[in-house]
């Protein structure tokens, strides 16, 4: 770890933001024996200053007042989740319920069935004044655009057996099918033609009749009296994904299988994170995993990263055989011969050349290599050291924030997964055992999902840490410090849950004292959270608190300097902070 005379730390917001934090770290520095300035300033925290210590930072039992009140049935209570936006979730039966009354207020308007009414909306992304306008206004226009036909374009025919319009079947009159268009279809040929278009995705929502260049749309009655019920449950979802679509406030839960919707009632940062019914937390913006500390952008750039330095690794590692130019495992500019794995061609590795074209003297691996132009093959470029240099630096680098990046996911999916278990499996166990009430067992499901969270901050702080910028890098001795904090607080945590459970499950804890174990571990999820919460709001505003000063000799910072706060820097009137110490 660098000095921490490389920090400088403006005193006043960091005692806002950081408070217990930074007061650990003096003592950790003072605990490992490192010499401390004497112009460090130790910053005076007072005790309910401390993360946790206030009771207000504990949330037991919150209950989410603007989500719907759900039946029994649910997965899982409501917590306080310490999310921004404002948001409720809402199961199917509810998307449902506001879909049928659009469906109903338009019918009440315009004289259209059901089926009708929802090809109309649909094609005017759930809009209901707009439909109804168009529709009163130019119903001739709107009628080929939507596909719902006055009346039949195609030859009615009144013979008692009528050909299919796509298989050679000819089948009595009740037997055949049509929609507004008129062209008339057997009932197999109809049901196929429809469940695929169902089983493509939300195409279907707009499905026109079979007859080619007919525009006349299929609708929902067609699917209701024709498909399996499990294909009509899927178009009800693709209907009900459209209309969640066409709202902007409103998105489905994109955890696979999940059946909840979340609307948000528009204040708040649309970055932030949203947490459904089925504990799924994702970014409300770009509806992938939660993110934070990292934006949208820098989690599509780490993704990207991977195929980056693949390049990388192709540089460091291969080089291409002068023959074949397939890349073969070797370390190129390494004097050394090497075989083509493909064409079996002998190469030196620094020069391209047949192993004949060198002077092969007592061993094989004991060669001058001559790096003579006119014996290198063509094409055969010598990579440039430097370059391969950087690449092989880079990969390093990528590959240990990658596996840290892989293991703290693994650490979140393990938490998910006790989580499941633990609902599932030991409260109910619990709750006989103990005799109590279901919610009096809430705080160990919040402990829980406290440690999954965390390990996701802790997830996305290494994406963090990995795209800062050159000169930011000098605050990695503070970053890594409050990583390795928070790290250990939630395998603390985590640490005391697994405990309490064991003795929970082994009758070990007598109900007078359950009490006390619950008090305990809220309080230590309490300070967790705050914890975290600190932690994401730091990395958030890219800790401003640390500044560095360059000289223009090294352009490293050389001296500590506190800055006296603007407020007790009496003499000096200016807004600038004035240095106390140089
Ligand atoms: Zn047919
Ligand atoms: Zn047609
Ligand atoms: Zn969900
Ligand atoms: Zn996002
Ligand atoms: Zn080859
Ligand atoms: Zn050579």
Redesign the pocket.
């Known amino acids: 770890m660098s000095s921490p005379r490389q920090f400088i730390f403006k005193r006043k917001s960091l005692r806002k933001l950081f408070s217990g934090l930074f007061l650990d770290y003096h003592h950790h520095r003072q605990d490992k024996g490192d010499e401390i300035d004497d112009d460090w300033e130790l910053i005076e925290v007072q005790e309910e200053e401390f993360p946790g210590a206030g009771e207000e930072d504990i949330a037991v039992d919150g209950q989410d007042s603007d989500v719907i009140d759900f039946p029994d049935h649910l997965p899982f209570p409501s917590f306080n989740f310490p999310e921004t936006i404002k948001f409720k979730i809402l199961g199917k039966a509810d998307v449902r319920q506001l879909l049928e009354d659009k469906i109903s207020m338009l019918c009440s308007i315009v004289p259209l069935s059901r089926a009708q009414a929802i090809v109309l909306l649909h094609h005017f992304k759930w809009d209901v004044d707009r439909a109804q306008d168009e529709w009163l206004e130019r119903e001739k226009k709107v009628r080929p655009a939507v596909g719902l036909f006055e009346r039949p374009v195609a030859v009615t025919s009144y013979a008692s057996v009528r050909p299919c319009g796509i298989c050679p079947e000819k089948l009595p009159g009740n037997m055949s099918l049509a929609v507004s268009c008129g062209h008339q279809f057997c009932r197999p040929c109809w049901t196929e033609y429809i469940s695929k278009a169902i089983g493509d995705g939300p195409r279907c929502l707009a499905l026109r009749c079979p007859s080619p260049s007919c525009g006349a749309a299929v609708g929902p009655d067609m699917v209701d009296l024709l498909v399996s019920e499990k294909d009509k449950e899927k178009f009800e979802n693709h209907l009900l994904k459209s209309y969640l679509i066409s709202c902007e406030e409103a998105k489905w839960c994109p955890a696979p299988g999940c059946e909840y919707a979340l609307f948000s009632f528009g204040d708040g940062d649309s ?1 932030n994170n949203v947490t459904c019914r089925c504990l799924y937390r994702f ?6 995993e939660a ?1 934070s500390p990292v ?2 952008s820098t ?1 599509d750039k780490w993704m990207s990263e991977m195929s980056v330095q693949s390049e990388n690794w192709m540089l460091a590692n291969t080089t291409p055989c002068p023959n074949c130019k397939l890349p073969i495992e070797a370390i190129p500019g390494y004097k050394h011969f090497e075989q083509c794995t493909s064409c079996k061609y002998e190469f030196c590795c620094e020069c391209g050349a047949h192993p004949s074209n060198h002077m092969v003297t007592e061993q094989y691996w004991q060669y001058n290599c001559r790096l003579d132009n006119s014996l290198r093959p063509a094409g055969f470029h010598i990579v440039d050291g430097q370059k391969r240099e950087l690449a092989k630096k880079s990969l390093e680098r990528y590959n240990s924030y990658y596996q840290q990046w892989v293991t703290t996911e693994s650490c979140r999916t393990d938490a998910l997964t006790d989580l499941k278990l633990f609902h599932e499996v030991q409260l109910p166990m619990l709750r006989e055992i103990l005799m109590i009430p279901p919610k009096e067992l809430d705080f160990l499901v919040e402990a829980h999902l406290q440690i999954a969270e965390c390990w996701q901050l802790l997830k996305w702080a290494y994406v963090y840490v990995y795209f800062l910028s050159e000169e930011e890098r000098l605050k990695m001795p503070l970053l890594e410090f409050m990583q390795g904090q928070a790290e250990d607080l939630v395998k603390l945590l985590h640490k005391h849950v697994v405990e309490l459970k064991h003795s929970l499950l082994q009758g070990d804890v007598p109900i007078k004292r359950l009490k006390d174990c619950r008090n305990n571990l809220v309080q230590l999820t309490g300070v967790t959270r705050t914890h975290f919460d600190k932690m994401a709001m730091a990395l958030n505003s890219r800790l401003p608190e640390v500044v560095f000063i360059p000289t223009p000799s090294t352009r490293k910072m050389s001296r500590l300097k506190i800055w006296q706060e603007e407020s007790s820097s009496g003499d000096s009137p200016s807004p600038s902070p004035s240095p106390m110490f140089e």
């Open positions: 970055s970014c409300w913006k770009c509806t992938k993110h934006d949208c989690v």
